[in-house]
T-cell receptor, first 113, second 109 residues
Framework: GAGVSQSPRYKVAKRGQDVALRCDPI?????LFWYQQALGQGPEFLTYFQNEAQLDKSGLPSDRFFAERPEGSVSTLKIQRTQQEDSAVYLC???????????FGPGTRLTVL | RKEVEQDPGPFNVPEGATVAFNCTYS??????FFWYRQDCRKEPKLLMS???SGNEDGRFTAQLNRASQYISLLIRDSKLSDSATYLC??????????FGSGTQLTVLP
């Protein structure tokens, strides 16, 4: 079956622009996670959904970051008024339940100029 | 102090060598532990879960020491294809999920 897909794979934005990153999890996976990975670092947790409920958003770095999963499947991570420090790879992962193996998408590489 | 700490390396070892990585965690209530592998410019993929009793998968052995709050990964008979970054992952009681920064391994011919 298909794995986790993310789009776009690459995004270049001018500082101040809004961006929207999409994640299609594996069908039937209840849990969905967003991470931010800077160069040379491990993924940093941003937020977690169980179905459509956002149970943990403690990792979102500022109120410019917003995530949603309205129907419990596809999720969108939105970043408003992008800043240069937002440049990173944004990874989405899904799992059957929270503590199971997480399957990662290929990521979206965001570059803010 | 970071919640999950790993030696960033790099570890450069010859083919056939045995190499070990450690990872320490600060939250004593942590419940689940994993090792993930990440190839350059690729997404992380699960290598193995880590159980209290220790577990082995072929050339890979993972161990958990709750008293000292560290997990380890041992790779025997290293292959060129083992070259990657190895990430440890800790899940806490409040379902916080934390990755280490990763340990970079290069296996040399």
């Amino acid at each position: 079956g298909a794995g986790v897909s993310q789009s776009p794979r690459y995004k270049v934005a001018k500082r101040g622009q809004d961006v929207a990153l999409r994640c299609d999890p594996i069908s039937g996976h209840v849990s969905l996670f967003w991470y931010q990975q800077a160069l040379g670092q491990g993924p940093e947790f941003l937020t977690y959904f169980q179905n459509e409920a956002q149970l943990d958003k403690s990792g979102l770095p500022s109120d410019r970051f917003f995530a949603e999963r309205p129907e419990g499947s596809v999720s969108t991570l939105k970043i408003q008024r992008t800043q240069q420090e937002d440049s990173a790879v944004y990874l989405c992962a899904s799992s059957l339940i929270f503590s199971n193996e997480q399957f990662f998408g290929p990521g979206t590489r965001l570059t803010v100029l | 102090r970071k919640e999950v700490e790993q030696d960033p390396g790099p570890f450069n070892v010859p083919e056939g060598a045995t190499v070990a990585f450690n990872c320490t965690y600060s939250n004593s209530a942590s419940q689940s532990f994993f090792w993930y592998r990440q190839d350059c410019r690729k997404e992380p993929k699960l290598l193995m879960s880590v159980y209290s009793s220790g577990n082995e998968d072929g050339r890979f052995t993972a161990q958990l020491n709750r008293a000292s709050q560290y997990i380890s990964l041992l790779i025997r008979d290293s292959k060129l294809s083992d070259s990657a970054t190895y990430l440890c992952v800790v899940i806490g009681s409040a379902r916080q999920l934390t990755f280490g920064s990763g340990t970079q391994l290069t296996v040399l011919p």
